[in-house]
């Protein structure tokens, strides 16, 4: 392989788009995507990209069991498991027993704190505030989750697959077309050759 097609592989495995590798390993903008879609199609160049790839995600240690299991942590997380219910049916937010496979569903979290106004009858004085801390957070969406835990079951159906033997039998029917045009064209010749 040249040295630019060298780069072409190692710029593929960034983003996996073959226009954009192209141009980043040197070739022009006009023609970048025939270019990558040409070096795609080389064997030698095609064998690097599959083998840089099998690399990483050796590496990554990247496999269907553990992409499985985090869509799971995902689509099976529960609300319940982040909050606290005290007595009064207060709900607050509760982390302190948090697990690594818990915190994989969090999205995000938000904590704001800041001093509010009671408007209490001493204005001006300590207790007319109140510290407020308010901590919000987003769990992952578990319904995307869910669906591709599902069409990896083949649970959903996006096409319809059929199972079954079917006998064909081949048949020759120049013969038939043959006599068929015979039949049809002779009362044309006879009336054509009088």
Not at 39 to 52: T, Y
Not at 100 to 114: K, L, M
Not at 117 to 132: I, L, P, Q, Y
């Amino acid at each position: 392989m040249t040295p630019k097609q060298k780069l072409f592989v190692a710029e593929y495995q960034i983003d996996l788009n073959a226009a954009k590798a192209a141009e980043r390993a040197g070739y022009s903008r006009k023609t970048a995507r025939q270019q990558g879609q040409r070096m795609l199609s080389n064997v030698d160049i095609s064998s690097a990209i599959a083998k840089a790839h099998s690399k990483r995600i050796e590496k990554l240690e990247i496999t269907a069991d553990r992409v499985l299991r985090e869509l799971a942590l995902l689509g099976f997380s529960n609300m319940l498991d982040y909050l606290s219910i005290r007595g009064d049916g207060a709900v607050t937010v509760d982390l302190s027993g948090l697990t690594r496979e818990q915190a994989a569903a969090i999205q995000e979290v938000t904590i704001e704190e800041y001093v509010e106004r009671t408007g209490g009858a001493n204005k001006g004085s300590d207790d007319d505030f109140e510290r407020v801390k308010r901590t919000k957070f987003k769990l992952s969406d578990k319904r995307a989750a869910l669906v591709d835990l599902g069409r990896h079951l083949k649970l959903f159906t996006d096409k319809v697959e059929v199972e079954g033997k079917l006998d064909v039998e081949v048949q020759d029917v120049r013969e038939k077309l043959r006599a068929k045009l015979t039949n049809r064209l002779a009362p044309v010749v006879a009336i054509s050759i009088k």
